[in-house]
């Protein structure tokens, strides 16, 4: 069976900004997936370097979109606490509509299909309330890049859910905040887990949501990823798990400190590298871009040597 290296990004809003520097660290290294899964933030991290590019320049188009995100305010807090304390249909839609109208400007346009993409395997994850599972977005060719996203990081009311026929569409953090199932179900033979989640956080002053709701939701989440990984174990799938954290710890709307947590995530990310027990291969791309450098090497080493026989 052909190898499939998976990297799987979890939501925790802002702290986000922390698999940025983890994914820089990778690339670096060298390690790029064959498949991208993410929910919530992960699922904005997954597809901004689908469409940008599984390199440094992908990853330097994410940074300045987190520059970006708190620029505009989408995610300002005064405003989803307004949202909050409203619940109303108004403030989902008007949340809706700005990230949508924010994807736009990024590039991110309706009318892009997952079948487009053809730089990495994308997928998106979502929750069906009525059912209780996930929602993969991405296994069907023809599903919208922007709906997969707007559906990962639905999150009533500050984003409105997503209806259509029998289902009632959110955040995929709801049912898998770290998608490690979805990926098995994708085909992933390894994984590397960026984990954003942070439990302290639900301790912490300043909450938005009620913080007994806050660790009753982190409790449903912790509880999901041990299923996730016996899952993994029982298929004989390893999982790299790279717990991201920060101290103190940086609020789920907290887009400010984003700088600050790029070089977090890429510390954590390179300590962790070194303590695995045996060094990854390069990805085929690394693998192809060394050999046409040596090629090249070995070609203008041997026309140096052989003119130098000439002039003797």
């Known amino acids: 069976m052909k190898k499939k290296l998976a990297i799987v990004l979890g939501g925790g809003g802002a702290r986000g900004a ?39 320049e992908g990853i330097q188009a994410l940074e300045r979109l987190y520059q970006r995100m708190q620029d505009s305010k989408l ?75 707007l559906a990962s990081i639905a999150i009533p009311p500050w984003f409105a859910a997503i209806e259509k026929e029998d289902q009632y569409i959110i955040d995929g953090g709801a049912v898998s905040n ?33 913080p007994l709701l806050t660790k009753l939701a982190f409790a449903i989440i912790k509880r999901e990823l041990h299923l996730e990984m016996e899952l993994a174990a029982v298929h004989g799938i390893p999982v790299h798990y790279v717990n991201l954290r920060s101290s103190p710890p940086v609020q789920t709307w907290d887009f400010k400190t984003h700088r600050d947590l790029f ?22 791309e690394f693998l192809q871009r060394f050999t046409k450098k040596l090629s090249s090497a070995v070609t203008q080493t041997k026309s140096r040597f052989l003119n130098q026989l000439q002039s003797e």
């Open 75 to 149: 995610m300002d807090p005064r405003l989803l606490q307004f949202a909050w304390n409203a619940v109303s249909k108004q403030s989902n839609q008007r949340g809706s509509r700005a990230a949508r109208e924010f994807m736009i400007a990024e590039g991110i346009a309706p009318e892009i299909r997952f079948g487009q993409i053809n730089s990495v395997r994308l997928a998106t994850v979502a929750a069906d309330l009525h059912t209780g599972k996930s929602i993969i977005y991405g296994t069907d060719p023809e599903h919208s890049v922007m709906e997969g996203v």
């Open 18 to 56: 922390m698999q940025v520097g983890a994914l820089r660290a990778l690339f670096e290294a060298g390690i790029k997936p064959d498949l991208l899964v993410g929910t919530s933030i992960g699922s904005i991290n997954a597809t901004g370097l689908a469409l940008w590019g599984l390199n440094l």
């Open 178 to 210: 770290l998608p490690i199932e979805p990926a098995i179900k994708l085909g992933a033979t390894e994984i590397i887990a960026l984990d954003v989640h942070d439990p302290d956080v639900a301790s912490s002053a300043n909450q938005i949501v009620d």
């Open 263 to 284: 070089k977090i995530g890429y510390d954590i990310m390179k300590d962790e590298m070194s303590g695995w027990p045996q060094k990854r291969q390069p990805s085929t």
